[in-house]
């Protein structure tokens, strides 16, 4: 049974720095892609941070580029994400998730891939 739980959503002040994890059950992590994606109340959802997690290689949103950082714990089969730098247009329900079928070729490859493996939503909140 595949499982993905996204969790350590809080609050925090804008500057500040959170790490969300993304811990994972029922499927091969290493052969898979997988992203961070978020949505805030009036806005779609946008893929931010993406993973091969084969290869190694990551990919970011240039919204989030050079503040957030995707990081893989294989052992524990865990995708991280380090958030820095936060600002109050940050705030939003992150998710992750995870996509079987197209790993192995590039972070970028896997930011274009459609998503059908979830985990549920946690929420970061950024003041000013």
């Known amino acids: 049974q595949v499982q993905l739980m996204a969790a350590g959503g809080t609050s925090v002040q804008a500057g500040g720095s959170l790490r969300l994890s993304c811990t994972t059950s029922g499927y091969n992590f290493v052969r898979s892609c997988m992203g961070w994606f978020r949505q805030s109340p009036g806005n779609q959802r946008e893929g931010i941070a993406f993973?091969?997690?084969?290869?190694?290689?990551?990919y970011y949103s240039d919204l989030v580029k050079g503040r957030f950082t995707v990081v893989q714990d294989r052992a524990n089969k865990i995708l991280y994400l380090e958030m820095t730098q936060l600002k109050t247009e940050d705030t939003a329900l992150y998710y992750c998730?995870?996509?079987?079928?197209?790993?192995?070729?590039?972070?970028?490859?896997?930011?274009?891939?459609?998503?059908?493996?979830w985990g549920q939503g946690t929420q970061v909140t950024v003041s000013s």
């Open positions: 998730a995870a996509d079987l079928s197209s790993w192995g070729k590039s972070a970028e490859h896997c930011s274009r891939q459609n998503y059908d493996l």
């Open positions: 993973s091969d997690n084969a290869g190694g290689s990551t």
